[in-house]
């Protein structure tokens, strides 16, 4: 059994990222590797209910109060998920992470960066991913690509998506090592083959 890997993928809403999380898989299984196919907030179970409340809910939300509920998302998504099929072997692709908290309701919403940081490490029990993608582009572009049924984070405003594009820039620049941007304006073929080229150096 081979060594599993963590891998995430994040950007603003409406970056293609989902796109090429699929096209990521079928390259990886026509090449005979076990993917597991995920995300966050709420992939089964419980983490479904979450995200119900998260993404739909229409009364007022504390942005303490959403950074906890994607927080305990996290932890089940992290106990029951992915630990399980990383320690199998398998290599694990995941819809969103650690750093949209960052991003989100740290550079979006404004609650402080190191408390996210800690919380995250907390929800996570340090597990951190192996390899993350940001997908890159400029929120004009973006939000045109979202349209106008839009849920509760992505009516959150263009300054808000904004403020989420330049948290994810500062977290790469923080760490280049772990932490990838892709131009996402590029077509679906370029950006599919800018992953491939990165994702070759971690699987053998
Ligand atoms: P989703 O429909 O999964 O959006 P996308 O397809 O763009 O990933 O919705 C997830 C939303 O939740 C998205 O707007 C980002 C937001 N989010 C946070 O604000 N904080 C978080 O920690 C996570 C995981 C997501």
Avoid: W
Wanted: hydrophobic content about 35%; aromatic content about 6%; charged content about 30%.
């Amino acid at each position: 059994m081979g060594k599993g890997l963590f891998i995430t993928f994040e950007g603003v809403d409406g970056c293609g990222k989902t796109t090429q999380i699929n096209l990521l898989s079928e390259y990886l299984k026509e090449r005979g590797y076990e993917v597991l196919l995920t995300r966050e907030p709420g992939s089964k179970g419980l983490g479904e209910k979450l995200r119900e409340i998260l993404l739909n809910y229409d009364g007022e939300v504390s942005d303490r109060c959403e950074s906890f509920l994607f927080l305990a998302d996290r932890a089940q998504h992290i106990d029951i998920i992915v630990n399980p099929a990383v320690n199998t072997g398998k290599i694990v692709l995941c819809d969103r992470h650690t750093d949209s908290t960052v991003a989100y309701q740290g550079y979006g919403r404004g609650l402080n960066i190191d408390t996210i940081n800690h919380l995250n490490s907390l929800a996570t029990n340090g597990k951190k991913p192996d390899l993350t993608f940001i997908f890159d582009i400029d929120t004009k572009t973006s939000m045109q690509r979202v349209g106008k049924n839009q849920d509760r984070m992505e009516s959150a405003g263009i300054e808000f998506q904004t403020r989420v594009r330049n948290g994810y820039l500062e977290i790469a620049k923080q760490e280049p090592e772990r932490v990838k941007v892709i131009d996402s304006t590029k077509s679906i073929e370029e950006i599919h083959k800018n992953v491939i080229d990165i994702i070759k150096n971690y699987i053998n």
